[in-house]
């Protein structure tokens, strides 16, 4: 073999690496810089059987709350069951230790969202997340108010306001 030739085949290799590297880049690039608005994944839902299911132990009473007063319920999460009654105190949803409801959840920011109180009102603030915090399947931009049976997703967890 040439001198030339092989010289010519290493240079071609050595491209062919590079341009392996750039074009992983690339990707993991696009994929860190995903649309802020895009729609999360939402699973298909799944069929009910007709069948009885089998019966299971009872599930642990939800602590008394004054009758008329609301509350914030997760419905989804590693904190599925938790109450947050709801007074006239602001509720922050984050990570950090001083969050009134604290997530143990990637996606979630330290500080996510906050829900105020407002003309007797409760609205859902996010707080500059990364995320975002969804209400009813819809990102949030601004101060959204809410209704009972709206839901609110930060990170992984579903929370619904109920009466």
Same mark, same amino acid.
């Given at each position: 073999?040439?001198?030339?030739?092989?010289?010519?085949?290493?240079?071609?290799?050595?491209?062919?690496?590079?341009?392996?590297?750039?074009? +992983?880049? !690339?990707? !993991?690039?696009? $994929?860190?810089?995903?649309?802020?608005?895009?729609?999360?994944?939402?699973?298909?839902?799944?069929?009910?059987? +007709?069948?009885?299911?089998?019966?299971?132990?009872?599930?642990?009473?939800?602590?008394?709350?004054?009758?008329?007063?609301?509350?914030?319920?997760?419905?989804?999460?590693?904190? +599925?069951?938790?109450?947050?009654?709801?007074?006239?105190?602001?509720?922050?949803?984050?990570?950090?230790?001083?969050?009134?409801?604290?997530?143990? $959840?990637?996606?979630?920011?330290?500080?996510?969202?906050?829900? +105020?109180?407002?003309?007797?009102?409760?609205?859902?603030?996010? !707080?500059?997340?990364?995320?975002?915090?969804?209400? $009813?399947?819809?990102?949030?931009?601004?101060?959204?108010?809410?209704?009972?049976?709206?839901?609110?997703?930060?990170?992984?967890?579903?929370?619904?306001?109920?009466?």
């Amino acid at each position: 073999m040439s001198e030339l030739l092989l010289t010519l085949l290493r240079l071609g290799f050595l491209a062919l690496i590079w341009l392996l590297v750039i074009v +992983t880049i !690339l990707v !993991l690039r696009r $994929d860190l810089r995903a649309p802020r608005d895009a729609r999360p994944l939402v699973a298909a839902p799944v069929p009910r059987s +007709t069948a009885k299911p089998a019966k299971s132990p009872k599930p642990e009473k939800a602590p008394k709350v004054k009758m008329g007063a609301r509350q914030l319920v997760v419905i989804e999460g590693p904190l +599925t069951g938790t109450v947050i009654p709801l007074g006239s105190a602001d509720v922050t949803i984050g990570r950090a230790p001083h969050s009134t409801l604290v997530l143990d $959840d990637d996606y979630a920011s330290n500080n996510h969202s906050r829900l +105020t109180l407002t003309n007797g009102t409760w609205v859902v603030s996010d !707080l500059g997340s990364t995320n975002g915090t969804w209400v $009813d399947r819809s990102r949030i931009t601004s101060p959204t108010p809410l209704a009972i049976g709206h839901t609110i997703k930060v990170g992984r967890t579903v929370l619904e306001l109920r009466k």
